[in-house]
């Protein structure tokens, strides 16, 4: 079934017009198609057309010619007919460029969906193959801390050495700043060393958490599923008394920090 049509469009070579506001007019973007009678021009036009034919004297009616009559009658249907057409003609060209405006809007996001859910691939394959990484790399980056911890205290208790002989007579001023010195040197490096490690660190595993979580509440994981089923499995123990209230409360922040 055609749409309806307002009565006052009309196609020209350039474009559509109002003939009720005489002006070029995008029916697409108004009321021309289906919902005219809302329309403001149209309901204007309207309320102007019902105040100008109270306003006209009704002519007297006259009786015309058998053949007259049946001529006009032929005139007016002819007249309908062409008027019926070219809405029905300009009703479909509309449909036709609505359809057009739709698909066209369609392919393009289309493709820009199938864009989204490559990228969304990609990043849970990224975030993925960094955690896995970081885990081991890690373990290694902890080990070296220690060390590295262990030498600052040894530094630490060469100066309180120092400062001991020093006391007990057994090095000289002169000795006692130069040693104090250089030891104090190699403890501030390895201090400074170690607390941006530990800061860098730290803000790579926030990081990395953050994005893992992510990744967790929107994919269905094996992981994510071996998760639930130790929270479940927790509940259970704890309500079967079979471990302390600490623990059951421990182990389960530990679970939900990672799944929540």
């Not at 109270?54 to 009559?69: C, G, N, R, S, Y």
């Not at 010195?181 to 400074?192: A, E, L, P, W, Y």
Request: hydrophobic share 30%; with cysteine; glycine share 4%.
């Amino acid at each position: 079934m055609a749409r309806a049509v307002c009565p006052g469009l009309e196609r020209t070579a350039s474009g559509y017009l109002c003939t009720y506001a005489q002006r070029s007019i995008n029916p697409f973007q108004w009321y021309c198609f289906g919902d005219y009678y809302e329309c403001p021009i149209y309901v204007q036009y309207m309320k102007g057309k019902g105040a100008q034919a109270k306003a006209e004297t009704k002519p007297a009616q006259t009786i015309q010619p058998l053949q007259q009559q049946q001529t006009q009658q032929a005139v007016t249907a002819t007249a309908t007919t062409t008027v019926v057409t070219t809405r029905t003609e300009t009703t479909l060209e509309a449909e036709d460029e609505l359809i057009r405006s739709g698909e066209s809007i369609i392919t393009k996001f289309e493709g820009d969906a199938k864009a989204l859910n490559n990228k969304w691939k990609d990043y849970e394959s990224s975030v993925q193959s960094t955690r896995q990484n970081w885990d081991t790399e890690k373990a290694k980056l902890r080990r070296y801390i220690m060390i590295l911890e262990r030498i600052r205290n040894k530094y630490g208790d060469d100066l309180k050495e120092v400062e001991l002989r020093r006391g007990m007579g057994l090095i000289d001023d002169d000795t006692y700043n130069k040693l104090k010195d250089s030891i104090q040197k190699r403890f501030d490096k390895v201090d400074n060393k170690l607390k941006e490690l530990n800061a860098r660190y730290q803000e790579i595993e926030t990081t990395i958490n953050q994005h893992y979580r992510r990744l967790l509440l929107t994919t269905v994981t094996p992981e994510v599923s071996k998760l639930k089923l130790s929270l479940a499995k927790l509940e259970e123990m704890y309500r079967d008394g079979k471990i302390s209230k600490e623990v059951y409360e421990k182990l389960k922040a530990e679970i939900e920090g990672v799944i929540s």
